[in-house]
């Protein structure tokens, strides 16, 4: 019996570079004390950049990408990861520097890996994936600053996407207010869904600014970065926290320290791929309880390992709405 499982592989060519579904055997695998039989990976924007090649993101050729997986364990040397342990990946350099989750086994270190709470299966941790656990860590950062419902309200920029869209729907059910800034007009109804009160157009947001606004939100959870980010800090209550985790706009911050010397606000910046394990495990405890499944289950769409390519070039786009769950078995 042969022992392959299929996986994307990515390789550089003279052109770009190249994607293709292979069968490949575990001797193809990289180093780590930990296999896992995937079930489920994800597509977030940074696959997008990996799988378009629209920034350096893969540093190894040629490789599996996925920056996420959940799955079951088959082998294990790792002190505390054990045969049959349900465990989800999240980052680390996976789909990066070391083969990802596009594909039906993953060798990597067992201390990258996080043992799923009983009440998360394995395909809600995939829709879950980076992007919500990302959203975790942003509202963690509010709440850490003091942010609570009764200061004020929250915007979440980005908010059709995946960081926006779990977040929102864990802080309506954390009793927060929630004033969602999208793009994309049609998709008020699915936001409101999700538990937001109010929309707003992100143009309101995305060109240059004042240094200081009209106190609007007690708190931000940004995915967009550039002037959004600037303008969002600018219309921040005094006190209040920015949590910045994404630059679907842009890298830069044309802003004025105005915001900070003047309304003491605290600008949180939120790192998902290095996060330390202690943030991980207490991350994921808290999307057990404080993330509505239904909600999760609305903002999924599903797909198979063929359908990956594609998508990354639609979820730079900002064409995707919600999160992904990838079917790599199927
Ligand atoms: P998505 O593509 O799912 O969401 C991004 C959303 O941003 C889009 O849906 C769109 O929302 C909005 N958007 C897209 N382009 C623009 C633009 N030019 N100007 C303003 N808004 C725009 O991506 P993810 O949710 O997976 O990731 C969001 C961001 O967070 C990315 O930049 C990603 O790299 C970053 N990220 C960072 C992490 C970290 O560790 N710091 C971890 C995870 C993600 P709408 O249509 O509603 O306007």
């Not at 086994?105 to 941790?125: C, F």
């Not at 706009?249 to 949180?268: C, E, K, N, W, Y």
Request: aromatic content about 4%; overall charge neutral; hydrophobic content about 45%.
């Amino acid at each position: 019996m042969t022992d392959t499982f299929r996986a994307i592989l990515v390789s550089k060519a003279d052109s770009g570079q190249t994607t293709e579904i292979v069968d490949l055997t575990p001797a193809d695998l990289m180093e780590g004390d930990v296999t896992v039989a995937v079930d489920y990976s994800t597509i977030n924007y940074k696959d997008g950049l990996a799988l378009t090649g629209a920034a350096p993101i893969i540093r190894h050729w040629p490789l599996i990408p996925g920056i996420d997986f959940a799955g079951k364990v088959e082998s294990s040397s790792h002190a505390s990861i054990k045969v049959g342990d349900r465990v989800v990946l999240n980052g680390y350099g996976v789909g990066e520097g070391h083969h990802g989750g596009y594909a039906q086994k993953a060798r990597v270190k067992g201390d990258w890996l996080v043992r799923l709470p009983d009440s998360i299966s394995n395909e809600h941790a995939a829709a879950i994936g980076t992007a919500g656990y990302t959203a975790m860590l942003c509202i963690r950062a509010l709440e850490k600053n003091g942010v609570t419902p009764d200061k004020g309200d929250i915007l979440v920029t980005g908010a059709a996407g995946g960081v926006g869209s779990v977040a929102i729907a864990i802080l309506s059910k954390l009793g927060f207010r929630v004033i969602a800034s999208t793009g994309r007009a049609s998709e008020a109804d699915y936001l409101k869904g999700l538990g937001a009160s109010d929309i707003i157009d992100r143009k309101e947001l995305s060109e240059k600014g004042r240094p200081l606004g009209k106190e609007r939100w007690a708190g931000v959870v940004d995915a967009v970065g550039s002037h959004t980010l600037v303008n969002a800090i600018a219309g921040t209550m005094y006190g209040g926290t920015v949590a910045a985790c994404g630059l679907a706009q842009g890298m830069d911050l044309p802003g004025s320290v105005a915001p900070f010397i003047l309304r003491g606000i605290t600008l949180a910046g939120i790192d998902s791929v290095m996060a330390p394990m202690a943030k991980r495990v207490e991350a994921w405890k808290r999307l057990a309880t404080d993330l509505d499944l239904a909600r999760l289950d609305a903002m999924t769409s599903r797909v198979t390992l063929k359908d990956v390519p594609p998508l990354g070039a639609e979820i730079l786009a900002g064409k995707v709405r919600g999160r992904i769950v990838v079917d790599v078995n199927a």
